[in-house]
């Protein structure tokens, strides 16, 4: 693996996506449907077709040599001591990863779009915000300076409010677009704060320099832990983690196919990719790691628990995604990066093929996303049941699925990693997570699937086209045994049964620290121990909800009845997030902004900006009187001009 | 040789302020021939008689008869007086001034090195012309009496692309003259819809004069 | 004395001629007259070449003269088609009627 095939395989695969989104942005309003949908999709499939060549290259490289660094070009560069930014890439076994998920994922939600979209006007501009938001999370992932990772960083969040507002017609849309948007930009500028204490205490952005440096942190120590404690802030935004989560949920209003990729197979999960890609430092810093795990992990419940209250389809999907991140940060967090990584790829499939299903069902009941209006659609949309199906096995961690294998593998670490002096609290935690997960997997699927339908137009409703069904059908097929598959080969070779060989896959990238995460056997008797309480605590979770939800006429309410009376109410307002941020945040702005207008504004701006248009209108006045449109006159200007300029060299020039 | 120059130069001086300053457009133009001639005379002594020969033939040929065909067609005798006015005092003062600058500059001396020419300080009386002559030998290309080949030469050799751009830019303007020119059949187009207008008050007059007689 | 000594004079004359062509320019409004204004002030450059040339004993200002000349022409001839056509529909020879640029 030269870095002359990673300069070009990662040239290439930047600059397809982008091609096809300037294609479709210049020329698409002219071009047929048909050619849009073969420029938007083409262009990933080509992405999709190097990435794979770029895993090749990764497998197939010696050991050793797993990672390999491109210079592309100098983008910046002050001198001798002042800072240096290079436009550089890395490939190595996590970026590897993240192009597989981006591009694999991304070229079957492209596809699916092609029939989700199907009527929609805007496909050309739809084509190439998605090409673009591949782009840009292409240049996050590749990226080998933590500068350039920044932009792209930006560039995923502008891509993520093009299409959150796609329907810039609904004025919800647009507010939505407005939210995400702000709440990742203060993500951004802790991003950027964090940046600025690296450059001043390293000297350098690029992050092989900030890694071999990481060991002049002091570990522990107050600086690196406000670093980090910054670049989690910037992880928790992208990532819709506590305290910067509300914007996700809104971001449901963007077209779903919108909502499977951004904002629940990739975007969201930058996050996490953040946190395994700068575990150098993080290693250094426990209190900041402590912190990330307990986010994590509180967030999870949080949005576990909202996710069971929700009646929207799509909401319902965006909570479980919020929660099962807050895992993976939580995995993260307490330096489990394989396993959170895993998580994170078998998330991104079958978190993508839950919103794609859903996706179907929308569709089929005409834009109507209210769970409480569906039911029995197992008639109707028996393969998109089939699908849903799977992907809420994986969901809930049913044995041999895929999320079986990376959440419980993940959790199993959490037994003996977790932070502070009971490590085994927040594992614990998990158990209860996994049981909430089981409940509102099911609960999703028996309320949208089974029981009596609710409106007529369940009896309507018709199997979505081919062109949404396939993509659909494979991520079912890879929910179903992509983690089975790699088990099996993890036990052919003789290592740990539940993350084994993507554990080993990584391991150049996450090298094992003395009391890191790989020196857990997880096939010792504690980790089984765990993996089987947490199985068991899924397997809870989907009893209870088949028990509660899955008859002819579900009667929730007897349960919710049992409990305290505020705890659904809580739930079903999203624990009052938007208020409460509404009243500490947006009100008093507003009302500065209304106070600056009424007081700052005609008392001490006006006099000044008018006097420089006053002074404007004068000069153009008196400008105005030489514009005679007298060629004549224009000419003796230039000739006067002309008499000073010789008149004047003359003086100066001569001795 | 001085002589001739002195002599041409003043009188090229000399009908250049008729062109400018003559009342009728006509002896404008006569007045430009002459200075034409004049400054054809210099070439002539400058060793550039291709120039010499293009001057007479393109300008005092066949340019100026291009001008009093113009002028006999569009303003036959028409007299024009000029205002004092502040367009008149920048042209005056510019040419006075210019004029003055340059001529105490050479007669104090204009030098000319590697980093351009410079003048001398203008109302010293210095060494008048320091660092500065022509080429003296006359083996020089240009110094040869009958040059007219090496500028040929240099013209279809270094000067090739410049030489035949400007030919295509005669072709342009000659089929741009054309077209400006031409007379347009369309009775809808705007020319002669406004002539058609322009002429109306010229034939009521006619008809007033008819009706006086 | 040779014709090097005239040298600066000659420069002295085309700035002469270039000004009195400018002067021209300004004060005339028979548009004809301003086209041979303008020529004259073409002619002054073309001193400049061509004694430049012969002062520095090269050929390359008699190249640029001719070109000068050859853009001169084509210029005549765009500016007097020019002039022909406006005033065909009637208006009359004076250049400061052309006020179409101040609107």
Redesign the interface.
């Known amino acids: 693996m030269t870095t002359s095939t990673v300069a070009v395989l990662s040239g290439l695969i930047l600059l397809l996506p982008l091609a096809g989104a300037l294609l479709n942005a210049l020329v698409g309003w002219r071009l047929s449907r048909r050619v849009v949908n073969a420029i938007g999709t083409g262009s990933i499939l080509a992405a999709f077709l190097v990435a794979c060549v770029m895993l090749a290259q990764v497998v197939g490289a010696p050991d050793g040599a797993k990672s390999a660094s491109a210079h592309l070009w100098q983008w910046l560069d002050l001198g001798t001591g002042g800072l240096r930014v290079g436009v550089d890439v890395t490939l190595d076994p996590l970026s590897a990863v993240m192009l597989m998920v981006i591009t694999g994922v991304g070229l079957l939600i492209h596809v699916y779009s092609v029939g989700y979209m199907e009527h929609d006007r805007g496909i050309a501009r739809f084509f190439s915000y998605m090409n673009l938001f591949i782009f840009s999370m292409l240049v996050l992932v590749l990226a080998a300076d933590l500068l350039i990772l920044i932009i792209g960083w930006a560039l995923v969040a502008l891509s993520s409010y093009l299409l959150i507002g796609f329907w810039y017609e609904r004025p919800s849309a647009v507010v939505a677009a407005r939210k995400a948007f702000i709440t990742q930009v203060a993500g951004d500028v802790a991003l950027v704060i964090a940046a600025f204490l690296i450059v001043v205490h390293i000297g350098t952005l690029s992050m092989p320099g900030i890694f071999a440096a990481a060991p002049s942190f002091a570990s522990g120590g107050l600086l690196i832990t406000v670093v980090c404690s910054l670049l989690a802030i910037g992880a928790f935004a992208k990532s819709a983690q506590f305290p910067l989560h509300t914007w996700l949920p809104d971001a449901m209003e963007g077209p779903t196919p919108v909502s499977a990729l951004i904002h629940a197979a990739t975007m969201v999960t930058a996050g996490v990719y953040l946190i395994a890609r700068f575990h150098p430092l993080f290693d250094r810093a426990p209190v900041a790691q402590g912190m990330v795990a307990c986010v994590g992990i509180g967030t999870a419940v949080m949005a576990g628990v909202i996710a069971l209250s929700q009646v929207d389809i799509k909401r319902v999907i965006a909570y479980s995604t919020m929660s099962q991140i807050g895992l993976m940060i939580f995995a993260v967090g307490i330096g489990a990066y394989s396993a959170g990584m895993f998580h994170l790829a078998t998330h991104a499939v079958f978190k993508a093929l839950l919103f794609m299903a859903a996706g179907n069902v929308i569709h089929a009941l005409h834009d109507e996303q209210d769970i409480r209006l569906m039911g029995g659609l197992s008639t109707n949309l028996r393969r998109t049941e089939l699908c849903f199906l799977s992907g809420t096995f994986a969901l809930a961690g049913i044995p041999l699925f895929a999320g079986f294998f990376s959440k419980e593998g993940l959790l199993g670490f959490g037994l003996t990693n977790g932070p502070g002096a009971f490590p085994w609290v927040l594992y614990l935690v998990g158990v209860g997570i996994n049981v909430l997960t089981g409940l509102y997997a099911f609960r999703l699927w028996a309320t949208v699937f089974r029981g009596e339908p609710q409106t007529a137009r369940v009896y309507a409703a018709r199997e979505a086209p081919r062109v949404m069904l396939v993509p659909v059908a494979i991520l079912a097929l890879l929910s179903a045994f992509l983690g089975l598959i790699l088990g099996v080969w993890s036990l052919v070779i003789h290592d740990n049964f539940l993350i084994g060989v993507f554990a080993r896959f990584l391991s150049p990238v996450f090298t094992t620290p003395a009391s890191g995460p790989l020196a857990v056997d997880l096939s010792t008797g504690t980790a089984i121990l765990a993996g089987i309480v947490g199985t068991l605590g899924s397997l809870l979770g989907a009893g209870l909800a088949a028990r509660i939800w899955l008859q002819r006429n579900p009667d929730p309410s007897a349960v919710t009845a049992r409990l305290p009376r505020a705890l659904p109410q809580l739930a079903y307002n999203k624990f009052y997030f938007d208020e409460i941020y509404d009243a500490l945040l947006v009100r008093p702005l507003v009302a500065l902004a209304r106070a600056a207008r009424r007081v700052v504004e005609p008392r001490f701006m006006n006099s000044g900006v008018q006097t420089v248009s006053d002074a404007c209108s004068e000069l153009g006045a008196w400008v105005r009187d030489y514009?005679?449109?007298?060629?004549?006159d224009y000419?003796?200007y230039m000739?006067a001009a002309?008499g000073v300029f010789v008149v004047a060299t003359l003086v100066l020039v001569s001795r | 040789?001085?002589g001739i120059?002195?002599v041409a130069?003043g009188l090229?001086?000399l009908s250049?302020?008729g062109?400018?300053f003559s009342p009728q457009?006509l002896y404008?133009?006569l007045s430009?021939v002459l200075?034409?001639g004049a400054?054809a005379v210099?070439?002539l002594?400058?060793?550039?008689q291709?120039?010499f020969v293009?001057?007479l033939i393109?300008?005092a040929g066949?340019?100026m008869v291009?001008?009093v065909f113009?002028?006999a067609?569009?303003?036959p005798d028409?007299e024009?007086r000029?205002r004092v006015d502040a367009?008149?005092a920048?042209?005056?003062t510019?040419?006075?001034?210019?004029?003055v600058?340059?001529?105490l500059?050479?007669?104090n001396?204009?030098t000319?090195n590697g980093n351009g020419f410079r003048a001398q300080q203008i109302g010293q009386a210095s060494d008048?012309?320091h660092g500065?002559?022509?080429?003296?030998s006359d083996n020089?290309?240009?110094?040869t009496a009958g040059?007219v080949q090496?500028?040929g030469g240099?013209?279809f050799t270094t000067?090739l692309l410049?030489?035949e751009i400007?030919s295509m830019?005669?072709l342009?303007?000659?089929i741009?003259?054309v077209y400006?020119?031409r007379r347009r059949r369309d009775p809808n187009a705007p020319?002669r819809r406004?002539?058609a207008l322009?002429?109306e008050p010229q034939l009521e007059e006619d008809r007033i004069e008819v009706e006086v007689r | 004395?040779?014709?090097?000594?005239?040298?600066?004079?000659?420069?002295?004359?085309a700035?002469?001629?270039?000004?009195?062509?400018?002067?021209?320019?300004?004060?005339?409004?028979?548009p004809?007259?301003?086209?041979?204004?303008i020529?004259?002030m073409l002619?002054a450059v073309?001193?400049v070449f061509?004694?430049y040339?012969?002062?520095?004993?090269?050929?390359?200002?008699?190249?640029f003269?001719?070109?000068v000349?050859?853009?001169?022409?084509?210029?005549?001839?765009?500016g007097?088609?020019?002039?022909?056509?406006v005033?065909?529909?009637?208006?009359e020879?004076d250049?400061?009627d052309?006020?179409?640029?101040?609107?």
Do not use: H, K
Not at chain 2, 45 to 48: I, S, Y
Not at chain 2, 140 to 143: H, R
Not at chain 3, 15 to 26: M, N, P, Q
């Open positions: 514009q005679t449109g007298l060629i004549r000419a003796s000739i002309a | 040789m001085t120059i002195w130069g090229a001086a250049a302020l062109v400018v457009p404008s133009a430009l200075s034409i400054l210099i070439f002594v400058l060793n550039a291709f120039l293009v001057q393109v300008y066949a340019v291009l001008f113009i002028i067609l569009l303003s028409r024009e000029f367009r008149f920048i042209g005056v510019f040419a006075v001034g210019v004029t600058a340059m001529l500059a050479a007669r001396g204009i000319f008048p012309y500065f002559a022509f080429d003296q020089g290309l240009v110094n040059n090496s500028v240099q013209l000067f410049p030489f400007t830019l005669l342009v303007s000659a741009g003259a400006l020119t020319v406004e002539r322009a002429r | 004395m040779t014709a090097s000594a005239n040298f600066p004079y000659l420069l002295a004359l700035a002469f001629l270039f000004s009195v062509g400018a002067l021209g320019v300004l004060i005339r409004r028979n004809i007259v301003v086209f041979m204004c020529e004259l002619n073309n001193i061509v004694s040339g012969r002062f520095l004993n090269s050929e390359e200002g008699q190249v003269a001719f070109m000349i050859v853009v001169a022409a084509a210029e005549v001839v765009v007097l088609a020019l002039i022909t056509q005033f065909r529909v009637g208006r020879l250049i400061d052309l006020d179409e640029l101040n609107e």
